[in-house]
C-alpha cells in the first residue's frame, strides 16, 4: 500500500501556484519523496524529489518539513496544462518499485 | 533527453491469443519494470528486472506473464494467453540506479 496520503482533488486558477500537500508521516531515513503526475491516461512523468532540504527545477519547488512527515508541491504559475492526477510517492534507495496511490486530481481552472 | 519510448501505442487482440508489448528503456539504465492501469484504476506495479532476472513481481504477475531482455536494447513483456481482464494500458519504467525512474508512454492493449 501506498505510504503517503494526499487530498483527492484540487482547483486552482490559471496562472496561480498551485499547492498541492503530502503526508508520509511513516517515511524512513533513507527515502526519498518523488512527485509525478499523470495527463489522461499517459505515461507517469517524473516532476521532482528530495530527501531532506526544498528542491526547485524548471517545473515545480518541493517543500519538505523539518521532520519530514508532510511535503508540498508548489507550481508556481499554473496553467492548463498542468491538469493532470499529481502522486507523492515515497521510494527507497534499493531498486524499489514505485508504489503509487490515487493522487489528486488538480483541476487548473481559465 | 532520453526516454523510454514503447512499442505498439495500442493493441487489439483476441482473447487466448498472445501478444508481445515492447520497451526501450534508456540506454545506459540497469533496473526495468513493467507496470499496468485498468482504465479509471491506479497504475499498478507488475514486476522488476535486474542483471537479467526477475528481482520482485506482483500477485498479478502470474505463470501468463513473462518478461525479457532479449538484446542490450529491447525489454518486453509478454502475455502467453491473453483475457478480457487484461486490456489496459502497460508502462514500461527504467533507472540507472538509485536515482528516478522514468515511464515511458504506454501500451493501450484492448482484448475483446
Known amino acids: 500500500d501506498a505510504k503517503t496520503t494526499q487530498p483527492t482533488s484540487m482547483d486552482c486558477a490559471e496562472g496561480r501556484a498551485a499547492n498541492l500537500p503530502c503526508n508520509h508521516s511513516t517515511i524512513s531515513g533513507n527515502e526519498y519523496v518523488y512527485w509525478y503526475r499523470q495527463i489522461h491516461s499517459q505515461g507517469p512523468q517524473y516532476i521532482i524529489h528530495?530527501?531532506?532540504n526544498n528542491e526547485t527545477n524548471e517545473m515545480a519547488s518541493l517543500i519538505i518539513t523539518e521532520d519530514r512527515k508532510s511535503s508540498t508541491l508548489i507550481l508556481p504559475h499554473a496553467t492548463l496544462r498542468d491538469t493532470a492526477v499529481y502522486y507523492c510517492i515515497v521510494v527507497g534507495t534499493s531498486y524499489d518499485k514505485v508504489i503509487f496511490g490515487p493522487g489528486t486530481s488538480l483541476s487548473v481552472i481559465p | 533527453e532520453p526516454e523510454v519510448t514503447q512499442t505498439p501505442s495500442h493493441q487489439v487482440t483476441q482473447m487466448g491469443q498472445e501478444v508481445i508489448l515492447r520497451c526501450v528503456p534508456i540506454?545506459?539504465?540497469?533496473?526495468f519494470y513493467w507496470y499496468r492501469q485498468i482504465l479509471g484504476q491506479k497504475v499498478e506495479f507488475l514486476v522488476s528486472f535486474y542483471n537479467n532476472e526477475i528481482s520482485e513481481k506482483s500477485e498479478i504477475f502470474d505463470d501468463q506473464f513473462s518478461v525479457e531482455r532479449p538484446d542490450g536494447s529491447n525489454f518486453t513483456l509478454k502475455i502467453r494467453s491473453t483475457k478480457l481482464e487484461d486490456s489496459a494500458m502497460y508502462f514500461c519504467?527504467?533507472?540507472?540506479?538509485?536515482?528516478?525512474?522514468?515511464f515511458g508512454p504506454g501500451t493501450r492493449l484492448l482484448v475483446l
Open positions: 540506454s545506459n539504465h540497469l533496473y
Open positions: 528530495g530527501l531532506k
Open positions: 519504467a527504467s533507472r540507472l540506479g538509485v536515482e528516478t525512474q522514468y
